[in-house]
């Protein structure tokens, strides 16, 4: 069950928000648990009970932890739960991926166990293990109500793709919580603001971007290439983000206050500053929890090159089990580490428009290691856009393809800019008569457009896959 569908606007969604209203307090919390988790059964009905344990496991461990804090049991059973967190994780992620590797290796035919991904499991399991560790670190209470640690982990609204929300930045809602009508209104403007970036946008740019990946890359132009590739670098985003802000904003209708997740990244004029705007949660995750504890930027530049390449391998591997995301978080390491080195003062001295097309050329590649999975096809993609295999740069396909969608890449480049934002905080901003009038109206009319739209197109189309369900 995705946000982006009938299933879940027009049943799910109105009976569960219709329950939620009407129980009082702290019932709201069952009622929470109870919807989350027919949302997570109605997808996995089996990995509902993995996800059950990892919860006991965890509610069980931050107990213990905090009954022995200060002393090296507390180590111990902290060792225990990251343990047991990434067992399961790595089971379900890597292990035909490595079975693979020991049979090309070794030439044994061990069978693959094809055990189906869980969903949300990289999310959650991140979200527990950041509990414990908080826990034994004193910053963050111990829950000793299970049913509210139920709740913190399977919220369904950022269940599945986060944002990775952390125990102590919900811990006051979980216990006390009174969304008012203005909260309520400004969730469900952004779930309709993530619902458009989501339908209109990243599915439309989606196909494109399929049907330029299934052609035979010796063939395709280098403008075709681009076209596919820049496709898929805003299908993503849109994608992602636009169900951060439908997450987000059910997450205010319920009285809740997630962390953001996207701060207009395509804006940037650096790779660093990329990864400061571009799912923040996980981001700042591995910073606080990995970076940090292996020593940051405090033991000398060669310590921190070392945490910087470990950090991005272990991102790049989160994202699944391929040389394609360990050559994507490498591909990134290499660029940030030359930022620490020299290239960071080089961009600051610069025009921030030459750090943008700079950010952007590595991006863009990045975004080709990302998505195609083997070298043979990274390899010819990168020819093709770089007009390497023979093709003319320009031809008569990639010209039809550039005016079919140059619209729709239009309205992508404004919406990932902050420029609609600013407009919209200029206009609130005026005084005059006719701004206030144009307000008010654009207040009431675009949301009921936008939402018209999207149901018009979730109706329609068949095409409507979720990029980050596969992680």
Same mark, same amino acid.
């Given at each position: ?126 979200? =527990? ?48 919580? %009174? ?5 309520? $209104? $400004? ?25 330029? *990946? ?18 898929? *670098? ?46 923040? =949660?996980?981001? &700042? ?8 504890? !292996?020593?940051?930027? $405090? ?41 620490? !080195?020299?290239?960071? %003062? ?27 999975? &083997? ?40 919406? &990932?800019?902050?420029?609609?934002? $600013? !407009? ?19 207040? %009431? ?27």
């Amino acid at each position: 069950m995705i946000f982006s569908s009938v299933l879940f606007l027009f049943r799910f969604l109105p009976i569960f928000l219709l329950c939620y209203y009407l129980v009082p307090g702290r019932a709201k919390n069952i009622v929470l648990l109870a919807g989350s988790l027919i949302f997570y059964a109605w997808g996995e009905p089996v990995y509902i009970l993995l996800m059950l344990f990892s919860i006991l496991s965890d509610y069980i461990h931050g107990i213990l932890i905090g009954r022995f804090r200060g002393r090296k049991a507390a180590k111990r059973l902290l060792v225990s739960s990251i343990v047991i967190n990434l067992l399961l994780l790595g089971f379900f992620k890597y292990a035909d991926f490595l079975i693979g590797l020991i049979n090309t290796a070794s030439g044994a035919s061990i069978p693959l166990l094809k055990l189906p991904l869980p969903i949300g499991i990289s999310f959650y399991t991140f979200q =527990t293990m950041s509990y414990t560790i908080d826990v034994y670190r004193g910053e963050a209470k111990v829950q000793r109500n299970f049913l509210d640690f139920a709740v913190f982990v399977t919220m369904f609204p950022q269940l599945i793709a986060g944002p990775i929300v952390k125990y102590r930045q919900v811990e006051e809602d979980l216990h006390l919580r %009174k969304p008012d009508i203005e909260q309520i $209104r $400004r969730g469900a403007m952004r779930f309709i603001v993530g619902l458009a970036k989501k339908v209109l946008l990243a599915n439309n740019l989606g196909q494109l971007w399929n049907m330029i *990946a299934a052609m035979d890359y010796s063939e395709i132009s280098g403008l075709t290439a681009w076209l596919g590739i820049l496709a898929f *670098a805003f299908q993503i985003y849109f994608d992602f983000s636009g169900y951060s802000d439908m997450a987000i904003g059910l997450g205010d209708c319920m009285g809740f206050h997630f962390p953001e997740n996207f701060k207009y990244p395509y804006i940037s004029a650096s790779v660093t500053e990329f990864w400061r705007r571009w799912h923040i =949660t996980l981001s &700042s995750w591995f910073k606080e929890y990995v970076y940090i504890p !292996l020593g940051g930027n $405090r033991k000398g530049l060669a310590r921190q090159i070392f945490n910087i390449l470990v950090v991005w391998m272990l991102t790049g591997i989160w994202h699944g089990a391929g040389i394609n995301f360990l050559l994507w978080g490498l591909w990134f390491a290499l660029f940030l580490i030359l930022e620490k !080195l020299f290239l960071g %003062k080089i961009l600051r001295a610069v025009p921030p428009m030459l750090g943008r097309i700079y950010t952007w050329l590595v991006v863009i590649v990045g975004w080709v290691l990302f998505e195609l999975p &083997s070298f043979d096809a990274i390899l010819g993609y990168l020819r093709a856009m770089f007009g390497q295999n023979g093709v003319l740069f320009i031809d008569r396909r990639g010209m039809y393809l550039n005016a079919e969608y140059s619209i729709l890449f239009a309205l992508a480049v404004i919406g &990932s800019t902050p420029l609609v934002s $600013r !407009l919209s905080a200029g206009l609130a901003q005026a005084k005059s008569g006719g701004a206030i009038a144009l307000r008010r109206v654009l207040e %009431k009319v675009l949301p009921a457009a936008l939402l018209l739209l999207s149901i018009a197109y979730i109706v329609e189309a068949s095409y409507n896959p979720f990029l980050y369900f596969r992680f």
